[in-house]
């Protein structure tokens, strides 16, 4: 159980991003919660209720158990997130549902991001490894803004996704690339900040949010496209690509709002932007092995 001193105080260190009006639509996000904690769907469901990504609300959906959360799937193929904890009727049950998920019913386009209050049944390195999971959080981390970004960022990524597989019928600009060049540009981007933070220079972080600006991104939404859109190895890519930039974007925004105090958090190698990197990184070495085999 969640304790009470942490339920209480959830809510009270940071507020998400305010929203933009909701355009008139059906289209809402279908996020998946699955804890066998009735505190943790509490907390969920309060960070969550009023929340919109792209201007569009979300729907959400409880399960107690894997085995519950494995028919919501079935009557629900579209959703979109799972938010998921990783001991429930089992030591491993969370993570069973993964391989359910990725490997039985081969829903590659869902977004899983595990949280947990026992990181000892599944440390984060090893589990991002051994298993196709976006995120990792910690209950006892858990902040409303840690949730809206985990969130957004999530449902963002299963956005692109989705755009990945329907049809493009636009023409397309035939760019070129060097995935090793690709690497050391997003690596550059952490001194890139660190530089603008301590000379005051503003970023420009709504072009830093595009994934389609960069060289990378240039080749993802066209050549690369064309050529391995349909491979995994390629779709995870896109995916890992779009949150670095959503991940960049926001530091951005807080180097321009001047605060220089939080960077080093912000940077450090447990901070989320360093884990975007190492995730990008990751993925364009995948492919690299996939195009050379």
Known sequence: M???DNFSNLF???SPPSKSPTPASEHRWKVLLVDDEDDMHAVLHMALKDMEVEGFALELHDAR??????KVLAEHPDISLILLD???ETEMAGLSLVT???QEICNRMVQIVL???QPGYAQEQEVRADYDINGYRLKSELTAYNIYTSVSLALRAYQTLRSVREPH???VEQAQISLDEAIEVHRQWREKFKTAATAGEPLDAASLRRND???LGKWLHAKGRLMYGSKPEFVKLMARHNDFHLVASMVANSINDGEYTDLQKVLNGNSQFAQASIDVETAVMKLKFFLSN
Request: glycine share 4%; aromatic share 0%; proline share 4%.
């Open 2 to 4: 969640i304790e009470s």
């Open 12 to 14: 009270a260190q940071e």
């Open 65 to 70: 158990s894997a085995d519950e959360a494995k």
């Open 86 to 88: 990783v001991v429930m």
């Open 100 to 102: 359910h998920v990725r």
């Open 115 to 117: 949280v947990t209050g």
């Open 169 to 171: 019928h636009e023409p």
């Open 213 to 215: 600006c960069c060289d």
